[in-house]
């Protein structure tokens, strides 16, 4: 059965490694808004310009753009026959909220929630090794600091919400994996 699942985590908690795990074993459609982002960027589309100055400086696109930019993604035939898997979204609670609005109003509801918890110093260590274009220091910190006071609150939401699943993102890839399907077994 098709599974709508979202994947909580700060930058480098190592959602985006996990995600290419899934897509390989399970059926779900993998979102990532930042992926989508920076292809609009790449394009030099209206969305990317719109998006560029936040973008570079590591602080969030306004919701009105990204919500919007989500339900298109959301209301393609892919995510209708197999579900879909959020990566990098929602980032606040309004866009939680937009979500599941949205949901509601389409017949659906969230699977699972995966949370990748990582301590901030392992963080700010895999960060600086990506080497991305906005993988700075000074951009990193930042970041960090913009997500975590949007995203933390996202744990309680979901686990209110009664889908939320906290798993040790700490480890190896592989032992991380393991606990990942064992959630996903069990949906
Ligand atoms: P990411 O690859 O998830 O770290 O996203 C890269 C950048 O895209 C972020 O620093 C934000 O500027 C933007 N972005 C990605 N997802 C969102 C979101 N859900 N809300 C607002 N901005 C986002």
Known sequence: MAKNL???GLPGAGKGTQADF????YATVHISTGDIFRANLTNNTDLGKKAREYMDAGDLVPD??????VADRLSQADVEKDGFMLDGYPRNEAQAEFLDNYLTENGKSI???LYFKVSDSLLRERLLGRGRAD???EVIDNRLEVNKKANLPLVDYYDKAGVLNTIDGGREL???YHDVRDVLDNL
């Open 6 to 8: 979202i994947l909580l």
């Open 22 to 25: 899934i897509v390989k074993d």
């Open 64 to 69: 009105e753009i990204t919500n919007a930019m």
């Open 111 to 113: 699977s699972a929630t």
């Open 135 to 137: 993988d700075t220091p």
């Open 174 to 176: 592989a032992e991380v």
